[in-house]
């Protein structure tokens, strides 16, 4: 198997990846059959994201039963067939670890439910009375993040939905459990693993009302995070695996050490900061343009600070808890190929490990969904209510929504231009975008100018050329906010890569690519030179070696 740093992960959000028995739901059966896509792509790894037991209430984020398949994914032996014919293939899985929490359909919380104290010591259940939430915290999906139990006269508190209880990973017999899921997946074949939201699993000892937040700063990066990730690591032995932690609301400081080698954690993170460029007062639910200038200073800081450290990262714009990047950072409608090409070679060309999130490689847009019934997503559901409660008009909410749901990245893949884009033969779980007419595998794969063949391209890239997948990198003309520039260097060897993040024209001085220089790839035709300046097209980008 590869390495991380030579490698290209791409991610599947099984529900809406491929239907295979016309239920409109996505299955393992499907994703087997769209293997050979996903070889010609040239990924080396599949973070598949969680297909265990589970009610569903978040898609599987909330799951009842770590060693089994929810039947509306598949079968046990369709997981094994799975992990057999992505290795024939040279592609490794990941798994997807959802350990801050369980459903509340888990064995262990309904027989914490029946009182039973050894269980019961699995969560964080605290006494109180059915008035008064123990502490002021916030639900990330809304609302209080505690749910009152009667028959018990006790609390337990839920960072997610109430249906997701948060996991006391203080006591030790939890933590053993926990290894022992992971043992059993290392066992089956896996490759790698991503632990969602792994940063909160450290709870603090006393929980105290947060006077200026939600509540958050108690428990992200939390005292004992460290120290338990590093024991989970070990002790199941899958230190020299592929392994990706997603950090909420983290810090640098943390992210250094969570991916540090010495540190025997993980091999990188996912962080968030550069998706909030567009919160307004960093809140998710009020709209503003992309700030381009705090995104730049974003990558900056924290792939420098990262590659002085020894730390890795993974780089990406898109998953299943984001809008698409093409609609959201681009200009899907005049510039949709240009842009979403570019995007592409921003990312992947850092120093770090590229994420593609599946259906990205074909410039998926938005939803653009008209109705709030076609919405699936429960944060998106519960937010609706919020917004409106806070006086919001329903026009107001849907187009908060139209932005920034979750959902935008959920809806199926597009395969084809027949009535459900490929992905089933029924009318599938959450609507299509109308566009897939054009936006999809199969005009895509017959035109050699495509975002789907472009991407195959940034992949061979970096297979070829060292300097990007393991070369250091200097970031160049940090003052233009237009353009976002950077070298890559390994071995006497030069890349410079520039992105034009904007509409309009522009130049930089030629000499930045030397005086003669072979371009790689690039989102038009050839270079165009005037005098001493190269000009810059909207949304140029370009990948150059200089000679
Ligand atoms: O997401 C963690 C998380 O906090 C965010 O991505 C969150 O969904 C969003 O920012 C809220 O505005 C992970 C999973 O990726 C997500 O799908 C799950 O819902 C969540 O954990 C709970 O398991």
């Not at 490689?361 to 806070?390: F, W």
Request: proline share 3%.
């Amino acid at each position: 198997m590869n390495d991380f740093k030579n490698s290209v992960i791409y991610q599947i959000y099984t529900k809406s990846f491929q239907d295979s028995n016309g239920d409109g739901f996505g299955d393992i059966k499907g994703t087997i059959q769209r293997l050979d896509y996903l070889k010609d792509l040239g990924v080396d790894y599949i973070w598949m994201t969680p297909f265990f037991v589970s009610p569903l209430n978040d898609n599987g984020y909330d799951i009842a039963d770590y060693k089994d398949i929810d039947p509306v994914f598949g079968t046990m032996s369709e997981v094994e067939l799975l992990i057999e014919e992505a290795d024939k293939r040279g592609i490794g899985l990941m798994f997807d670890m959802v350990f801050n929490h369980t459903s509340t359909s888990h064995e262990w919380f309904q027989r914490a439910l029946n009182g039973e104290q050894k269980y019961m010591d699995y969560y964080l259940f605290k006494d109180g009375n059915p008035d008064q939430p123990p502490t002021n915290w916030q639900s990330k999906f809304g609302g209080s993040a505690w749910e009152y139990v009667p028959k018990l006269g006790k609390w337990y508190l839920h960072l997610f939905d109430k249906t997701q209880a948060d996991l006391n990973w203080d006591n030790k017999e939890v933590r053993e459990e926990l290894k022992n899921v992971i043992r059993f997946w290392k066992k089956k074949g896996v490759k790698g693993f991503r632990f969602d939201v792994v940063n909160l699993i450290s709870k603090p000892e006393v929980f105290e009302d947060d006077e200026i937040g939600d509540g958050r700063r108690y428990y992200t990066d939390g005292p004992h995070v460290h120290e338990y990730l590093h024991e989970l690591v070990t002790d199941t032995g899958i230190e020299d695996m592929v392994t990706v932690g997603e950090m909420s609301s983290t810090s640098l400081e943390n992210c250094i050490r969570y991916s540090n080698p010495n540190e025997k954690e993980l091999s990188m993170v996912f962080h968030f900061h550069h998706l909030k460029v567009d919160y307004k007062n960093g809140n998710k639910w009020e709209i503003q343009k992309p700030d381009y200038r705090q995104l730049k200073t974003l990558f900056t800081d924290w792939q420098l600070e990262l590659q002085k450290n020894g730390s890795w990262e993974a780089t990406f714009w898109c998953n299943h808890d984001q809008p698409r990047a093409v609609s959201r950072f681009g200009d899907d409608k005049k510039y949709w190929k240009e842009s979403a090409k570019m995007l592409a070679t921003c990312t992947h060309m850092l120093r770090g490990t590229p994420y593609i999130y599946q259906g990205e490689e074909l410039g998926m847009t938005n939803a653009y969904y008209q109705r709030l019934e076609q919405y699936r997503d429960v944060e998106s559901l519960n937010y609706y209510e919020i917004m409106r409660k806070n006086g919001k008009t329903d026009a107001e909410a849907m187009q908060i929504l139209g932005e920034r749901s979750r959902d935008n990245g959920r809806t199926p893949m597009q395969w084809d231009d027949t009535t459900y884009a490929g992905f089933s033969n029924t009318k599938p779980w959450i609507s299509i975008p109308d566009n897939y007419t054009y936006i999809n595998v199969k005009t895509e794969n017959s035109d050699s100018d495509s975002i789907l063949n472009y991407y195959k391209k940034l992949i061979q890239i970096r297979k070829k050329e060292r300097a990007i997948s393991e070369g250091n990198i200097t970031f160049l003309f940090h003052e233009r906010e237009d353009l976002f520039l950077y070298k890559r260097e390994f071995d006497g060897e030069t890349i410079i890569v520039i992105n034009h993040l904007r509409d309009g024209e522009t130049n930089i001085d030629a000499s930045i690519v030397g005086n003669n220089c072979q371009r790689l790839l690039g989102n038009y035709e050839d270079i165009i030179y005037n005098k001493k300046q190269i000009i810059l097209r909207p949304y140029e980008s370009m990948i150059c070696k200089v000679l």
